[in-house]
């Protein structure tokens, strides 16, 4: 199959493929993936341990089911949960395992087939790119004047996307007709809402392993046809960006994606999406940063995530150690800054100084006091003495790696003397 990836199959359509998903090795190696990425139970209630007790049992089940065609994928468990700095809330899928452990073996075949064609212009959810590739691609474009930024967003993407024409999309290059049937059996899942079930006639559910699959899968057509048109389009998912030279071309850019999105069943967010000139104030958010006059920063949202998340860590009342709420909040410090490494440096000194006051209000609180950290707590609880406790400061990780910037491959653990860890696709803790 890798030569065939490597020299393309005839007629660039594949018609085996069910073997590969339903092997054993294959739906080992995907609980693998599962387990690694945790995650909850679903409808029936079995977590990860409990499949994995039984593992060898389940995998011989599941593969005989899937290779004789019996395979029927369980009903989703839906949850809502917020999205950051606001009131509005997005559903989220929770497949059950056995569920996500043949999703993850169906995207293991079906993603080499449909990358080998994806555009350049899409960066979400594929091997060796992410967020950061994204972003320094449109720091690349800001650069050399491309500041008339279309800034878009389609309305209810992945509830929307229409499944024949997703179907007929992915029947181009995979003709086998149970690795079709399994697709469809995935798109079609019952919903349970609370003791209510429903089946969708249109979407792709949030949360399901192969739903950034399916999403790029549709939308390359739209990152092919910009390219052709010459418009420079950085796409992450559903989330995307076109810069240009002049607002009468950025005009041209949405008129052609308001046209593609008509025909393809879709449609755009009207007051979301806009036309903006980077280079004035406003500018535009993407993947959780601000883009304005030449600079970057965390958008307001992606820092108020941060602080809700540090707030619950710190209530005054923590019966914690203070070592240990450290240890705890150093976690959620250096993920968000490993993202967001590349803002402007007064990003910074405010954020560490916001955390060391939660933390004064916890010791005042210790004492018998009431109130916030202010005042003498500052010269009772120094700067350095939050250092010599361990607590991570995003100004000396800053400074450590010299400034670092979307161009640079500089990691600020190296800096620090900590060992590296590699960001994986698709991630972004304040985005």
């Not at 049937?181 to 919903?191: D, G, N, P, S, T």
């Not at 755009?268 to 280079?279: C, F, G, M, N, P």
Request: proline share 4%; aromatic share 10%; net charge positive.
């Amino acid at each position: 199959m890798l030569t065939a990836l490597e020299k393309g199959v005839k007629g660039g359509c594949w018609f085996s493929l069910i073997d590969k998903v339903a092997s054993v090795r294959a739906l080992r190696a995907a609980f693998a993936r599962v387990k690694r990425n945790r995650g909850a139970a679903g409808v029936d209630h079995v977590t990860i341990e409990m499949f994995e007790v039984r593992l060898e049992e389940n995998l011989n089940r599941l593969s005989e089911s899937l290779l004789e065609g019996r395979y029927r994928p369980q009903a989703v468990r839906r949850q809502w949960i917020p999205k950051p700095g606001g009131h509005e809330r997005r559903p989220l899928g929770i497949p059950t395992v056995r569920d996500r452990v043949v999703q993850t073996a169906l995207r293991n075949v079906l993603e080499p087939i449909f990358e080998r064609d994806f555009a350049k212009t899409s960066y979400g959810f594929r091997p060796g790119r992410g967020c950061h590739t994204a972003l320094r691609r449109v720091a690349e474009l800001l650069d050399v004047d491309s500041t008339w930024v279309v800034d878009a967003d389609l309305k209810d993407f992945f509830d929307t996307i229409p499944h024949e024409a997703l179907m007929g999309r992915i029947r181009k290059k995979a003709a086998d007709g149970k690795v079709l049937a399994l697709v469809e059996a995935f798109l079609r899942q019952e919903v349970m809402e609370g003791m209510e079930g429903w089946t969708p006639d249109e979407g792709a559910p949030q949360g399901a392993v192969v739903s950034p699959l399916l999403s790029n899968i549709y939308l390359d057509p739209l990152d092919h046809w910009m390219a052709e048109e010459g418009f420079q389009m950085v796409r992450y998912a559903d989330d995307f960006v076109i810069l240009c030279r002049s607002k009468e071309e950025a005009r041209e850019a949405l008129l052609k994606v308001e046209e593609w999105t008509d025909c393809a069943g879709l449609s755009l967010h009207l007051e979301k999406t806009r036309i903006v000139d980077a280079t004035q104030r406003g500018g535009f958010d993407f993947l959780g940063y601000h883009f304005e006059r030449g600079y970057k920063w965390p958008r307001k949202k992606s820092v108020q995530k941060l602080k809700e998340t540090i707030r619950c860590q710190t209530k005054r009342t923590n019966g914690h150690s203070l070592e240990q709420i450290i240890s705890q909040i150093n976690r959620s410090l250096q993920g968000w800054f490993m993202y967001f490494q590349y803002s402007h440096p007064t990003t910074y000194p405010r954020l560490d100084g916001w955390v060391r006051m939660r933390l004064r209000s916890i010791l005042r609180k210790r004492q018998g006091k009431k109130g916030r950290g202010r005042g003498r707590d500052h010269q009772r609880w120094t700067n350095d003495f939050f250092t010599a406790c361990g607590l991570f400061s995003m100004v000396t990780a800053y400074e450590a790696t010299g400034r670092p910037s979307l161009r640079s491959t500089t990691d600020w653990r190296a800096g620090c003397g900590r060992t590296a860890r590699p960001v994986r696709r698709g991630e972004g803790p304040g985005t």
